[in-house]
């Protein structure tokens, strides 16, 4: 069965400190890899969007890497901003012929930064 | 938000009332979705439509229907509404080139009494 899971739940840094979540998947045949961050009370927005030959990409504080072989993924957050409290969200793209059905999301990670 | 409205963005209803939530996008896009979001689950697909006129279901389809007749226009219809219906219902959109990447909207929240 086709899933993505994201540790940890949830997760409270000091405003400054680094961080790293985790997404392991087990989606086949994959496609590509997005992390999403969501704000309380506001869609989705995406951060990153990897294919199996890139294994790390950058948005900002924002790194994500990729082991395709292993099949997890990383997100890394630098400095954090008590702006990066956010829930964020890990998705990998099936690659089913032509249907456009076929996200598997995590169920995201609650990150609080405090000051 | 990329040009995506949803409409209303607040609803409270009862069990077995009909309620119409409406995506709106200006961004031309082939691909518009619902979603809903609940504690506890990932996002989950409801309907999807890569046209007008062409819908297709996803993952948790029950109780639900849609209607597309305008490019920028997707609506989803819950003919009677349950408890358990009780969420927030995202729309996104996506294009056909590139990763097709999808683009949310601002989400409605409903509340089913």
């Known amino acids: 069965k086709n899933q993505v899971e994201q540790s940890p739940q949830s997760l409270i840094i000091l405003e400054g400190k680094n961080c790293t979540l985790q997404?392991?998947?087990?989606?086949?045949?994959?496609?590509?890899l997005r992390w999403y961050k969501q704000d309380t009370g506001r869609g989705p927005v995406s951060l990153t969007i990897?294919?199996?030959?890139?294994n790390t990409k950058s948005n900002g504080r924002y790194t994500a890497t990729l082991d395709a072989d292993t099949k997890q993924s990383s997100l890394h957050i630098t400095a954090s901003q008590l702006s990066d409290s956010a829930s964020y969200i890990c998705?990998?793209?099936?690659?089913?012929?032509?249907?456009?059905?076929?996200?598997?999301f995590g169920k995201g990670t609650k990150l609080s930064v405090k000051p | 938000d990329a040009g995506i409205t949803q409409s209303p963005r607040h609803k409270v209803t009862e069990t077995g009332t009909p309620v119409t939530l409406r995506c709106h996008q200006t961004?031309?896009?082939?691909?518009m979705y619902w979603y809903r979001q609940d504690p506890g689950h990932g996002l989950r697909l409801i309907h999807y439509?890569?046209?007008?006129?062409?819908?297709d279901k996803g993952e948790v389809s029950d109780g639900y229907s849609v209607s597309r007749s305008k490019t920028e226009d997707f609506l989803l219809t819950l003919e009677s509404a349950t408890s358990s219906q009780t969420s927030v219902y995202f729309c996104?959109?996506?294009?056909?080139?590139?990763?097709?990447?999808?683009?949310f909207g601002p989400g409605t929240r409903l509340t089913v009494l």
């Open positions: 996104a959109i996506s294009g056909t080139s590139g990763y097709n990447e999808q683009f």
């Open positions: 997404c392991n998947y087990t989606v086949s045949p994959f496609s590509n």
């Open positions: 990897m294919t199996f030959s890139e």
């Open positions: 998705v990998v793209r099936a690659n089913y012929g032509g249907s456009q059905g076929n996200l598997i």
């Open positions: 961004e031309n896009h082939r691909y």
């Open positions: 439509s890569y046209g007008v006129k062409d819908t």
